[in-house]
């Protein structure tokens, strides 16, 4: 795979090219909530819609087979792409959020009773939280949480203070949404699974960048969407080892998930059919396929060492601008995300301002409560890079900032002299 020219790169997204009011243009940092689509992926939506709009697997006719067959076969590249060894162990689903619980509600479930623990850590977002709650609250499970350190990062030994013999399950996230913290996941796996606890791998942010191949990085289940790699919103994975998949019921009923039905019962579809009742988001999982094969083309290594010199660019520049704390670790322990806290600026009134300037971030809690609360904060800013992003991007950003707080600064009550 080869990297084209950055500016050959910008041109396959369609809504980089725009300006958000005239004369102002899009500068566009808010990858972490969803990044933009390229060309093959809006054109592989629009030729299903437009030449192959069947239902699969049902039809017996040319237009159904060809859907059946460009819709399984984006499940092949998402298994290449993760590096799963069967194409079995792909489920789709709606997203992170439905794939993890997916797992909670199946998995969970059958194999969890009272008094066994979770641990899971400081960084996670909802999606990965929320579920184990509920399912804690079901049958007494109890969580466990690794504290992170004061710059973000979550170590291995804070993982390893909390697991104990009552460990099943460890589930963390592979990157930080709010801090762009990469997870050392390696030692994690290779701790839970000495206590004999499946790691479960939160992947919204880490698939994206590239971050996990399941052949070499034996995680027992992953969940990640499609909406922040370059694919449509509505398609996601939960990737699950066989085995596992193999002994879990499925979560929900209905059509396509059943081999043969009778008034008292029905014997399940083999995998992954067997958690896909109904009509599947074709269409989206047809696109996400199409995006797998934009991801493929480029050098993932160049992508990479793209995004942390952004890091090191942005820590840089955003440095001179005074009165901004990047929070969370140093570029070499985060991917793409710029978590802040602006002096003297809410977050919200600082997007706000940037949007002035046609700088799309994104200001809040982030679906991630706790980790604010462990960072004393009621809201940060955030602004978060991918492939296509340039120095310029982080250039208008530091403006754009400088200048909200020069607005802010110059509206506050004076004292008369
Ligand atoms: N986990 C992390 C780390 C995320 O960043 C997100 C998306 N913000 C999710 C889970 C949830 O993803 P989705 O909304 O696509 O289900």
């Given at each position: 795979p080869t990297t084209p020219a950055l500016d050959d790169l910008r041109a396959d997204f369609p809504a980089l090219d725009q300006e958000v009011r005239p004369g102002v243009r899009l500068t566009y940092l808010d990858n972490a909530a969803t990044t933009l689509k390229p060309w093959p992926v809006i054109r592989a939506v629009q030729a299903f819609d437009a030449e192959y709009p069947a239902n699969v697997h049902r039809g017996i006719h040319t237009l159904s087979e060809r859907a059946t067959e460009a819709y399984e076969s984006a499940r092949e590249k998402v298994a290449r792409f993760i590096g799963a060894a069967e194409v079995e162990e792909v489920v789709w689903t709606r997203g992170t959020t439905e794939a993890?619980?997916?797992?909670?509600?199946?998995?969970?479930?059958?194999?969890?009773?009272?008094?066994?623990?979770i641990v899971l850590s400081d960084l996670e977002h909802h999606a990965n939280l929320i579920p184990w709650q509920m399912l804690a609250k079901e049958r007494g499970v109890v969580l466990r949480f690794a504290e992170i350190s004061d710059d973000g990062r979550l170590e291995p030994e804070a993982v390893e203070r909390v697991l104990s013999d009552r460990t099943r399950v460890v589930a963390v996230t592979a990157m930080s949404?709010?801090?762009?913290?990469?997870?050392?996941?390696?030692?994690?796996?290779?701790?839970?699974?000495?206590?004999?606890?499946?790691?479960?791998?939160?992947?919204?942010?880490g698939v994206p960048h590239r971050a996990i191949d399941?052949?070499?990085?034996?995680?027992?289940?992953?969940?990640?969407?499609?909406?922040?790699?370059?694919?449509?919103?509505?398609?996601?994975?939960?990737?699950?080892?066989?085995?596992?998949?193999?002994?879990?019921?499925?979560?929900?009923?209905?059509?396509?998930?059943?081999?043969?039905?009778?008034?008292?019962?029905?014997?399940?579809?083999?995998?992954?059919?067997?958690?896909?009742?109904?009509?599947?988001?074709?269409?989206?999982?047809?696109?996400?396929?199409a995006a797998v094969d934009y991801l493929s083309r480029l050098d993932s290594e160049a992508v990479a060492s793209h995004e942390r010199s952004l890091m090191e660019y942005a820590h840089r520049r955003l440095a001179e601008v005074g009165g901004v704390r990047?929070?969370?670790?140093?570029?070499?322990?985060?991917?793409?995300?710029?978590?802040?806290?602006?002096?003297?600026v809410h977050p919200h009134d600082l997007a706000q301002l940037l949007d002035r300037h046609g700088v799309a971030v994104r200001a809040g809690q982030h679906c991630a409560m706790p980790l604010h609360h462990r960072l004393g904060l009621p809201a940060t800013a955030r602004a978060s890079a991918y492939l296509y992003n340039t120095t310029d991007d982080f250039d208008r950003l530091a403006e754009a900032i400088a200048d909200a707080r020069r607005l802010l600064h110059d509206r506050r009550p004076r004292r008369p002299a």
């Open positions: 993890i619980n997916l797992i909670a509600q199946s998995w969970g479930r059958t194999f969890l009773k009272e008094g066994d623990e949404n709010v801090l762009g913290t990469v997870v050392p996941l390696e030692p994690i796996v290779a701790m839970a699974h000495d206590r004999g606890a499946i790691v479960v791998v939160d992947g919204a942010q399941v052949g070499r990085l034996p995680v027992d289940f992953l969940a990640f969407s499609g909406h922040k790699m370059c694919g449509p919103t509505g398609i996601g994975v939960l990737y699950g080892r066989r085995e596992l998949l193999e002994a879990m019921p499925p979560a929900w009923g209905g059509g396509s998930m059943v081999l043969r039905v009778s008034r008292e019962g029905a014997e399940w579809n083999e995998l992954p059919y067997k958690f896909e009742p109904g009509t599947p988001p074709i269409a989206q999982a047809i696109g996400l396929g990047i929070l969370g670790p140093e570029p070499e322990y985060k991917g793409g995300i710029l978590g802040m806290d602006v002096e003297g």
